[in-house]
């Protein structure tokens, strides 16, 4: 399970598309790096889970570079409706055994009209 | 797909009383179900882990006697908070991992206000 550091916050506007970094140092080979949403008074919402390169589905892309010390979470064109905490996590897949989430403090993603 | 859902949504009650909040994962089974506790501002702390048919892990400072995990089925798990006082006040998120593959799918939660 790496620790991963993320800015406390960020502040964006409509339409614009917005990067998140998160840097994990000490990613383990099996760690996979997931991301999450959080809005007040509700459940975290997956977002996206990558291992290494580039993934893309829907709602966001996920870049991860070769040494996978770090990763970026793109949020293309944001709206109002995406102010959020985003959380970034790296953990291992680990079967029957426990794969606990340790949540840090997540970003604070505030998009203004 | 991967749903989860927990009851109730919120729940006050008077200090001394217990409380049990529910888990389902609707759509997928999960032999393994996590209880965080998020305070106000705050991110969110595993509190246990559950394992379908087995009893449940504590995290570090979380008292088993008090905080109650039942996980009778691959869909159910239950957190009952037992003799609740106004420090219990939080709120209780789930999150379910499918048996074929381990992302986790966190539940609404469920907002506790002991009086």
């Known amino acids: 399970l790496a620790k991963t550091t993320q800015p406390i916050s960020m502040d964006s506007y409509e339409g614009q598309e917005v990067n998140i970094t998160c840097s994990h140092n000490?990613?383990?080979?099996?760690?996979?790096i997931t991301w999450y949403q959080q809005f007040p008074s509700q459940g975290p919402r997956f977002i996206i889970q990558?291992?290494?390169t580039k993934v893309t589905n829907e709602v966001a892309s996920l870049f991860i570079p070769a040494d996978r010390k770090s990763s970026t979470l793109s949020l293309p064109r944001v709206s109002l409706s995406d102010t959020a905490v985003y959380y970034c996590?790296?953990?291992?897949?680990?079967?029957?055994?426990?794969?606990?989430?340790?949540f840090g403090k997540g970003t604070k993603l505030s998009v203004k009209p | 797909g991967a749903v989860v859902s927990q009851h109730p949504s919120w729940v006050i009650c008077k200090s001394g009383t217990s409380v049990k909040i529910e888990c389902r994962s609707l759509?997928?089974?999960?032999?393994?179900m996590f209880w965080y506790r998020q305070f106000p501002k705050q991110s969110l702390m595993l509190m246990a882990t559950?394992?379908?048919?087995?009893?449940?892990?504590?995290e570090q400072g979380v008292e088993k006697d008090k905080f109650l995990i039942n996980h009778a089925s691959l869909t159910l798990s239950t957190l009952t908070v037992t003799s609740a006082h106004p420090e219990d006040s939080s709120f209780y998120i789930c999150?379910?991992?499918?048996?074929?593959?381990?992302?986790?799918?966190f539940g609404p939660g469920t907002r506790l206000l002991v009086l």
């Open positions: 999150s379910a991992r499918e048996t074929a593959g381990e992302t986790q799918y």
């Open positions: 000490n990613i383990a080979t099996n760690d996979y």
């Open positions: 990558g291992y290494k």
């Open positions: 996590l790296a953990y291992a897949f680990t079967g029957g055994s426990q794969g606990n989430l340790i």
């Open positions: 759509d997928f089974q999960a032999t393994t």
């Open positions: 559950s394992n379908e048919g087995s009893k449940a892990t504590y």
